[in-house]
């Protein structure tokens, strides 16, 4: 009798219960994936679909990176990979940040691929590991997306990329 395949168990880090314990559960699960849409509105308390709330639904807030930097920390001592699905994987700019926390398997609206191959073929991870760490001394959403923007500027104009 032939032994079925092995599957891969994996678990979606959408609650913040979830990303808090990465650690515990990366000993037992073969991968993870961060549903950004899912933490970022449990985390921030923010039903996006809720006009009287929705305009706090924030990826940028410092919590929202900071927790996903957790995830992947937990995913990387265990040795066991983590993509990102969710709205913050297409957008380009939030791309690029992800890729500076040191993500690099995302599921995007496919119409998003090509722009994001152009962005993330035009720069380099060490200057995006750079902005990564400045980013995450920030405190607020407003000051990420400040210097986030700038500095897409300053690399998209060096390199002659479109931010």
Avoid at 6 to 20: F, K, N, Q, S
Avoid at 21 to 48: H, K, M, P, S
């Amino acid at each position: 009798m032939r032994t079925p395949p092995r599957v891969p168990i994996g678990v979606t880090i959408e609650v913040p219960a979830a990303a808090y314990t990465a650690d515990l559960l990366a000993r037992e699960v073969d991968f993870f994936a961060i549903g950004t849409n899912d933490l970022i509105q449990y985390c921030l308390a923010v039903d996006r679909a809720d006009e009287r709330v929705s305009q706090l639904y924030e990826p940028l807030h410092p919590a929202i990176l900071r927790m996903i930097l957790m995830v992947r920390r937990a995913a990387a001592r265990h040795r066991i990979p983590v993509s990102v699905c969710g709205e913050m994987a297409s957008d380009p700019a939030l791309l690029a940040l992800l890729v500076g926390l040191g993500l690099n398997e995302f599921s995007m609206t496919p119409s998003v691929i090509p722009v994001a191959r152009q962005v993330l073929g035009e720069l380099r991870r060490d200057e995006l590991r750079a902005l990564a760490r400045r980013v995450l001394r920030m405190a607020t959403a407003d000051d990420i997306e400040r210097e986030l923007m700038a500095a897409l500027s300053r690399l998209s104009a060096i390199k002659g990329v479109a931010p």
